[in-house]
Every structure is written in C-alpha cells, then in structure tokens.
C-alpha cells in the first residue's frame, strides 16, 4: 500500500472516486486506506466526501475507524453532507450490540463540532451517559464538553444528568473521566459545575486505589484545587494520597506531592507537618534525577516555587542539583539557576567549588550564566564575596579573546567592586582586568570596563590614555556606554584636572552631539556644574560609594501572595513559564485565593507568617504610621521594587522592559 | 487538554497528524517543524510557548513526537503519555519506532490514537490493554462477534486490574526475576566522592497461569526493622525512594511496606528504587596527567576492582580524555585494549573480564601537534562503563519472592544481578 502515491497526477482523486465505488470490498477497503494516507500528507480529499461515507455500510470496524477519522476531519467543511451520517451514528449507538461500535460512535459523533448536527445528539449521547457498559460510559462523559464547546445552550439536562452521575457512579475509570470532563467544562464555561461533598470525596480517594494511572493524575489534580473543610478532613485526604507517592509514573507522583504540599496549610499538627516533609523530599529527588530529561526539565522549572514555600524540602539536598557532564543544556541552566537560589551561608564553598568546576564547560552560555552565578553568590554572602572574586579572578588570568563570558566576567567584577570598593586593595584583580579590557564588546561588558577605569583611576596605570581610546569612539557607542563613559570622564578630571582638561573638553564636545537625548542632558548638566564649582561635582561624583548594605538577597520568583495559586497549578504550562495561569492564558479566570497568607515553611522553625518577615527593608517612617492600610501599601511597592532588583533572576518576558530600564539606573547611580 | 498529536521525521515533515481539538491549525504545526529543523540543537527546552499555543516534544531517535495544546495541561503528564506512546508503537513492531515502520503502519497508529487519547485526554495507554483489542487487521472476527466476550472485555479494561487478562494457562509457571543497578558516581578532582547513587530496577518476565498474588521482599531497613527476626541478619539496607508498577498495591505498601501485586504478563518492570546511603563504589580509580614537554603528554591510570574474588566485571570501558591535538597515542597495558578514538576525543581502554579485587594500569605516550593557542586544555571528566553480574552496588537482595494461588501451585523462579555503570565520572 503506498503511502506518499508517487504518481500525482490530476487523474489520482478520479482513481481514488472509482475505487470507493467499486463493487470489491477489498478494493474499497485500500481506497479508504489511501483517502487516510493523503489526509495525513495534507491534502484535501474533502471532494470525496460523499463517496467514503458510502463505504459505512459495511460492519468492518476498522474501516469503519478509518471513515470516522475522515469525516472528524470534514465534518465541518462540508456540513450538509455529514447530516447524511447522523442516522448511522444513531443506529450505532442504539442498536448495536457491541460496546466498542457504540463508544466508537459517540465519540466520534462528539467530534463533528456542527452546531445543527448536535441536537441529534443529545438524545443518544444522554442513553450512553446512562449505559450498562463501563467503556461506554467513560466515552460518553468525555463527549459532554465536545457537545458543549460547541452548542452550549443544548447541554444543561446533560449537565444534570453528570452531577446525578457524579454521586453513583461506582466505575473509578468512569469516575475519573467524569471528574476531567466537568473540570474542561469549567474551563469553557467559567462557572463552577462541579458541586463537592465529603461523600464524593471519599468516593474520589477510593477511585485513586483503582484507576489507571491517568485517572489518578486527573482526581489528585482536582483536590489539589479543593479547599478542605479542616483540618481533619486535610488530614485524611493527604493520608489517602500518600502511597500516590511511591507510582511508577512520575506525573501520579508529581500531583500527590502537589496536593500534599498544598494541604499542609490545613494541618495543626505541626510534627505531623515535619514528617509529611521528610517523606515528600526523597520522592521528588528522585523525580528530580528522572531519566527521561524532559520530564527531569519540567519539574526541575518547578522547584523554585516549592523551594520559596517550602526550603526545608531541600535542606542540605543542594548536592542533588550538580550537574553532570553529558546533561542537555536545558537541564544545566536549572539546576544552576536552583543552586543559586539554594545557596545560604552555611554551603555557599560548596556551591562555588562546584561552579568553578563549570567555568571550564565548552558551551559559552553556560560558562556565561556561571559567572553570573558566581557573582550571584559573591553579591549575596559578605563571607562569600572574596572566594567568588578569587574564582572569576582566575578565570581572568586565561582569558585570550573576546568571548560571551567574558563580557560578563566585567559586568560581575563591576558589581563585586560596588559592593566592596576595597576588594581591589586585596588582590591583583585590577590589573589583570585591565589587561583584558579590550576584550569587552558588549554594551553592559564596556560600559562595566568604563566604570572600572574611572574609579579605580588612581590604582590603574595609563587610565587617562585608556579613557582617551575609549573617548575617540565616543559617538559610535551605545547609549548606556556614552552615559557612563561621561560619569567616568569626570571622575577622571576631578581626579586629574590638568591631564585631563583637553580629554574632557574632547568629551563633553562630543557628548553634546549624541543622538541621545538623556546623554546630552547629562552633558549639559555636568558641563555647567563643572563651570559654575568643580568642588561641588567632586562631592557628587566621587562620594564614597554607598556600600554593601543596599544589596540583599532576594531569590524570591514569586509574589508570596500568589504562591498559594501558583502551588494549585503547579506542573502546568503557566507555572512551567513562571506565572500564573491568568498572566499566560487570557481567558482564564483565577479563582480568589481565600488565604490571606502563604506560610513559609523553614528548616529551624515550624512555619512563619511571611510578609513580616520577608520584608528586608523596613521603614521608619511606616512603623510609626498607625494606618495598617497605609502601611501594607506600602509594603506591597516595596515588594515590588526588589522584583526589579539587579539581583533578581530571569524576569518573566513581559517584564523584561521593565527590568532592563531599572537595570540602566542602577549602573547611572553616582 | 491535547490539541493534536503528530509524528515528524528528520526532515521535519509531518508523517502522522490526528487533531483531537479544533483549535490547532496545520499550519502551526508545520511551522514548528520548520523551527525544529533549523535549530536542531539540544539547547532548547522540550516545551515551547508561541502564542499560547505550547509545542511540548520529546525524541525517539530520529522521530519526534509532538503534541500541542492550547490549554494549561500538566506538562509532564504529557511528556510522560508520549513516553508511553511510543513504548506502546515499539510493542506493536517488534520494539522498533522509525519513519517506515510508521509509514508502513500508519493505519494501526491512527487506531492506536483513537483509543490512547479522546477529546485529548489521556485514556488508555497500556500497550498489554490495547493489543487485546486492536491489532493489526482488526481483532478476531470471533471475538467482535462474541457479545458475551466483548463485555468481559471492556470490563477487564475498565476495571481494577486491567494490567492482567483472565485465563491465561501456562504448561509450566515460570518467573524470571531481574535486579538491574546503575550506579551514578561523581567524584572531584581531589578525590572526594561529590555523590554516589544508586538508580535500580527490579524486572520480572511471569509466565503463570491463572490470577496469582505475588509478594517479593527485600533486605529494605525499614521492612526489616518491622519483622522481628533481624537480630541474627544485619539490619538491611535503607532506600531512599521506591516506585512501583501500577499492578502493586500502593496502600498495603504504605501501610506495611509489603510488596504484593497481582503481575501483567510477560514483561514488566515491577519498580524502580534510589539509594544514596552505603553505596559499595565498584572501582577505585587513580589517574596522573603530566606534561613530559610541550608536544608530549603522559597518562598514568590505575584501576583497582573493590569487589569479591569470586565476582567478575565485564564489558569494561575507561574512558580517558585527550587533548584535541593529540597525534599519536603509545599505549601500554597488561590487560585489554586501549586504543585512542579521535571522535570521542579519548583514549578508551577496554577490559572483557576483571576480577575482582584486582589491580591493573595503563600508560599512554602522547605526541601532541601544534596549536594555534596557548589555551590551557581543561579537562572533560572521565568516565567508565561495565557490567557486574552478580553484584548490587546497593548490597540489595532479594530474600523472597512468593507466589499464591488456588491449588497445588508450583512455580520455577530465576534470579539474577547485574550492575552497571550510569555517569561514572570522575573529574580530573
């Protein structure tokens, strides 16, 4: 049977018209077969509409697939033909004796997607929803939302007749089919369907012992959605999931651990609490060392979330996110993400022990996010600050072109300086930097090099001549170049104002003819200030740094008001993207979050209620303001400001304007 | 959920395409095709958002199966039903999955699809349920006609244990019991174990008769603890994390941490287990760099087996970086090969049988040709591959393996060992 016919010529569809209508069923059966075959290729056989349906006269089941697969495909090019098919779906359902031929048929049915077509269906769609058969019942349910999606004003007498459904059915597979089916329609609907009571619930955690693994995945998804009614009944249902957790397939697995983690916020028994922790942790390690890397990738995209609401999950575990050698790259790049986040002051030297070991990978993103990581961590610990230099000092040493990492290599060296401007005093990392500052040619790498040269102008020999090469390009620079290059030009004058009166004057000459208007304000700015009292400029510019303590450490992904839903969804694509279902999808409505607060759940203690103590910057001011109101407001934009923080990870995309605008001011602060 | 499935070949054209959702159009499809063609990279991640319609892709040797949704699915519920997608097409043909088999079996994928996925939900996708009820030319005409037959069919696939089919009769019941331990090791370039693990895997080929109940025990720490007898045994070993086919029953295993499970026929993998604690590392490795001149390079390797006399290691294979520029490798040895493959950039040194405890060494001569630049070369890891039959890492053993059923039931059990080596690294 040929597949791809190597014969196209125009005569094909006459061929094919001829064989539908052979009197030879053999003959029919291959033509059926071929009409599939250039469906699947992409071309229109629709014309043969008529014909193939013919062919439904005869009982073979296979034929019989293959026709309803091409009408589904169809059905809604050529409607008024497919009414033509209504009375064999009917006779299907209705007459035949097998099960298959009648789930066949009403599934099939379900998928015309015709308006007009579909009030022939609710009649037999209603009988199937009540058959004797299980095989036809689990079809019949998940027709509903086809009918549905379609022709919602035909559906409410089905609607009932699944919620009646809903509280006797004895079938876990039904059961759980059920259960998806209502939850799709939701989703279309926007309006709860499903109406829960504790009956139901055991009836659910009874089904999960019995389906397949599917049906168990769709039930634990759903209660993970489900707000127990205390305590109590938290605590039943967690112990009912528990052996979820030992299931050979790791999304049953995965949606055990979710609805456990969720449920914890229930409990009171705060042992209890510990112990469900210590026997969540090694099953998703193991999930986490998963050996199909997909799967690894998308829970590895979801530990950030467990880990900001639950850190003792992976107290001491950051071992488990080394990566190895021959791991894809999209593994890589998580698990160094984690550890990054993972790292506290306690394992820091072992975290960057490890990175070192990275900075000699092949692939120069990978290299370049270990830096980046590397200055992370520097940026984060006091304690670690000099080990993260000496590393990306070595690095230095070898570097021999202008390759990706080391553009970022400046860009970190320049943060690690701002935090501790005496780090220079420590060991050669200026000198070995300015050998290598030639190698800078991304926008951020120079203008990190420009800084560097300005500030540390007295410690770097022939800083004036360095800054002059960089002054004679001046105009063909970016933008955020041309801005610090005139901070560090005027640094440099303050510094040494008879060496470099010609160098500046050659700045400030060019400045003023950017095409950039923020350049040329600053130019004019510093320009006049340097006229009127160069006094005033040096206090400005060349102030002493504001140190250390503006920095913290902030590896929050999340808004801690959103965790809670954000843990509902976990697993799912939104989530795998860093966000909410709302932010990614359009038309979906997050339901309210009855929580006020999302407990944080930490090693030491048992739980902690986050806002207070998350907040790093506390002030004055707020604490004297009596207003609550007030002073949650102005909690919640100090919140959002860390989200903007340089030390903040990789912003979801449609923050990135925002983030790279923050990013500018902070390198223009003075 | 699932909007459309398809299979793409190499080339990125479309070889299977069912749509299960109207709201994927062909078009996008084939520009995804496009995208996966011209990238082809290993970097990017297996799902992918344009336009909130999500591609989520995994790869079967040169076939990718695609699915694509518009919805918020589970992404790894997806990942893992194409998983077992194309487990289920390799038990159609003969464990193969590539562009002719799909070609030459296009009409039986499209009824496997059928059955798998509705309205893109995940259904049935065991491949011992589904050959009961498609094969390849229909099913028997004697069991489509059989009513009565029909209904015990879609009851046994709807019902608690769909894994195993009813009457089934075997001359002789015979079990074959496989133990299976890849051991995970990294090891720094000091020395110091960084992390060592063991991923395991127990598989069973049951070949009884009837609907008999299976218990296997293990020395697991925690069962152990719970039985009183230990005192004369050691305590058993602690594992970390099990994971079990669906015919166990996962309460009882919660409960009292009894393994019992009703088997499917055939072949199955009963559970798969990681163990982090007491990991017995089955080589112990030296290995000495040192530049003789600036074209000369010499290696020193050491093995040394640290398992029992009476235990063998075969198909071993040590794998030692070189530089890019080596030009002839000298290699010295008393026991296997050892021969240089520029592909892999590594001298491989290859031993049949080790006994264990045994030392043995290799010396490689480099020659190195010129470079262009004096970059310092940095070493990728070294890694090894073998097998021990015979031998767990994990010291796990099975120290019974019940099968109950009506009658005079006897049945004939095998077992066997086997460990090998997953990403043995060692850093240098």
């Known amino acids: ?670 | 959920m699932i909007s459309s499935l398809s299979f793409i070949n190499q080339k990125g054209e479309i070889l299977i395409y069912r749509v299960y959702k109207d709201d994927i159009s062909r078009s996008e499809i084939t520009q995804f095709c496009a995208k996966m063609i011209a990238t082809k990279e290993n970097k990017e991640s297996p799902i992918i958002n344009i336009d909130q319609t999500s591609f989520i892709h995994i790869s079967i040797k040169d076939i990718i199966i695609l699915a694509t949704t518009k919805t918020d699915v589970n992404v790894a519920m997806v990942l893992e039903f194409l998983y077992q997608l194309s487990k289920i097409c390799k038990s159609y043909f003969q464990g193969i999955l590539d562009e002719n088999c799909i070609k030459k079996n296009f009409v039986l994928i499209y009824e496997i699809l059928d059955e798998v996925l509705d309205y893109g939900i995940p259904q049935i996708a065991d491949p011992n349920i589904l050959q009961k009820f498609i094969q390849e030319g229909g099913i028997q005409q004697e069991t489509s006609m059989n009513i009565e037959r029909l209904r015990q069919l879609t009851v046994t696939i709807t019902g608690a244990v769909s894994w195993r089919p009813t009457g089934l009769h075997y001359e002789k019941n015979e079990l074959y019991l496989d133990i299976i331990e890849s051991v995970n090791l990294l090891i720094s370039a000091k020395d110091t174990v960084l992390r060592a693990e063991v991923v395991g895997s127990i598989e069973l080929k049951s070949k009884l008769t009837g609907m008999p109940e299976c218990q296997i025990g293990m020395n697991d720490k925690l069962l152990m603890g719970k039985q009183a007898r230990t005192t004369k045994q050691n305590g058993g070993i602690a594992i970390d994390d099990m994971k079990f086919h669906p015919c166990v029953g996962l309460p009882k295993f919660e409960k009292d941490r009894t393994i019992t499970f009703i088997p499917p026929d055939g072949h199955f993998q009963l559970m798969s287990y990681r163990i982090s604690e007491n990991i017995n590392i089955p080589f112990k490795v030296n290995v000495i760099y040192s530049d003789i001149s600036e074209n000369k390079l010499e290696i020193r390797l050491k093995i040394k087996s640290i398992y029992d006399k009476n235990v063998y290691g075969t198909n071993i294979a040590v794998k030692v970086p070189v530089p890019k520029n080596t030009v002839n490798v000298i290699s010295a040895t008393a026991l296997g090969k050892a021969k240089h493959e520029i592909e892999e950039q590594s001298v491989i040194w290859r031993i049949k049988k080790l006994q264990g405890d045994v030392e043995t060494s290799l010396r490689c001569d480099i020659s190195l040709g010129a470079t262009n630049k004096e970059q310092t070369w940095s070493k990728p890891p070294l890694k090894m591959e073998f097998q021990i039959p015979m031998f767990t890492s994990s010291g796990l053993r099975v120290r019974f393996l019940k099968v109950m059923e009506k009658g005079a039931y006897k049945t004939n059990k095998w077992i066997r060992y086997l460990t090998r080596g997953g990403e043995y690294l060692h850093r240098l």
């Not at chain 1, 707020?622 to 919640?636: H, Y």
Request: charged letters at 25%; hydrophobic letters at 40%; proline letters at 4%.
């Open chain 1, 1 to 670: 049977m040929a597949y791809f016919g190597n014969n196209q010529q125009r005569g094909e569809l006459q061929e094919l018209y001829a064989d539908l209508n052979d009197l030879n069923f053999e003959k029919k059966k291959e033509a059926v077969k071929k009409v599939i075959a250039y469906m699947t290729v992409g071309k229109d056989v629709s014309q043969l509409f008529q014909s193939v349906i013919k062919c439904l006269e005869f009982q073979d089941i296979e034929m019989k697939k293959l026709i309803y697969l091409y009408i589904v495909n169809y059905s809604r090019q050529k409607p008024d033909d497919a009414i033509m098919v209504i009375q064999n779906f009917r006779k299907d359902v209705r007459k035949s004796e097998n099960p298959l031929v009648r789930a066949l048929a009403i599934r099939t049915f379900g998928c015309l997607r015709v308006p007009k077509l579909n009030e022939y269906l609710i009649e037999p769609l209603k009988d199937c929803i009540s058959d004797d058969d299980p095989y036809v019942r689990k079809t019949a349910v998940l027709c509903v939302p086809k009918v549905f999606e379609v022709s919602p004003e035909l559906c409410p007498p089905v609607l009932d007749q699944l919620q009646k459904l809903l509280e006797k059915e004895s079938n876990a597979l039904v059961l759980a089919n059920l259960i998806q089916s209502m939850r799709e329609i939701e989703v279309v609907n926007g309006k709860q369907l499903i109406l829960m009571n504790p009956k139901i619930i055991q009836k659910l955690l009874l089904a999960v012992d019995e389906c397949m693994e599917w049906g168990q995945i769709f039930i634990l998804d759903y209660l993970a959605t489900y707000d127990p009614a205390d305590s109590k009944q938290a605590e039943i249902i967690i112990e009912r999931t528990l052996p979820r957790l030992s299931h050979i397939n790791p999304t049953v697995t995965f949606c055990a651990v979710k609805l456990i983690l969720k449920y914890l916020d229930y409990l009171d028994n705060g042992d209890l609490v510990k112990n469900l922790c210590k026997k969540i942790s090694p099953s998703l390690i193991s999930l986490l060392s998963w050996n199909q890397s997909e799967i690894q990738y998308t829970i590895l995209r979801n530990i950030s979330l467990i880990l900001q609401k639950f850190p003792i999950l992976f107290e001491n575990e950051v071992k488990v996110f080394f990566c190895s050698f021959n791991e894809p790259y999209y593994i890589k790049y998580e698990k160094l993400d984690i550890m990054v986040r993972i790292c506290d002051s306690k394992n820091f030297t072992q975290v960057l022990n490890e990175l070192m070991i990275y900075i000699n990978e092949a692939d120069p993103h990978f290299v370049r996010k270990t830096i980046k990581s590397i200055g992370k961590i520097g940026m984060m610990y006091d304690k670690a600050l000099n080990e993260a230099v000496s590393i990306l000092v070595e690095f230095a040493k070898n570097v021999q072109q202008a390759t990706e990492p080391v553009q970022e290599l400046f860009i970190q060296m320049q943060i690690l300086y701002r935090k501790n401007r005496n780090l220079y005093k420590t060991n050669d990392s200026l000198k070995i930097l300015f050998n290598i500052l030639e190698y800078a040619n991304e926008a951020e790498a120079k203008s990190a090099c420009a800084w560097i040269v300005g500030e540390f102008a007295e410690f770097i020999p022939k800083s004036v001549e360095k800054m002059k090469e960089y002054i004679d390009n001046f105009l063909i620079e970016d933008r955020l170049v041309q801005l610090q290059l005139l901070t560090s030009g005027v640094k440099l004058y303050i510094k040494y104002p008879s060496l470099c009166s010609a160098l500046i004057q050659q700045l400030i000459n060019s400045a003023k003819d950017s095409f950039n208007p923020d350049v040329r304000d600053r130019t004019y700015i510093y320009w006049r200030l340097l006229s009127t009292d160069p006094e005033v400029v040096k206090n400005l510019v060349c102030s002493a740094p504001i140190g250390s303590s503006q920095f913290q450490k902030d590896v929050r992904l999340w808004e801690t008001k959103d965790l809670i839903i954000a843990l509902e969804n976990m697993g799912s694509i939104s989530n795998l993207f860093h966000k909410l279902p709302n932010q990614l999808y359009k038309n979906i409505k997050v339901r309210n979050n009855h929580q006020q607060e999302a407990k944080i759940y930490k090693a030491d203690e048992k739980q902690e209620a986050p806002q207070k103590d998350q907040e790093i910057k506390k002030n004055d001011q707020n604490q004297q303001q009596p207003q609550q109101q007030q002073q949650q407001q102005q909690q919640q934009q100090q919140q959002q400001k860390q989200d903007f923080d340089l030390l903040n990870f990789d912003e979801p995309v449609s923050n990135n304007n925002n983030n790279t605008n923050n990013k500018m001011d902070v390198y223009d602060l003075i």
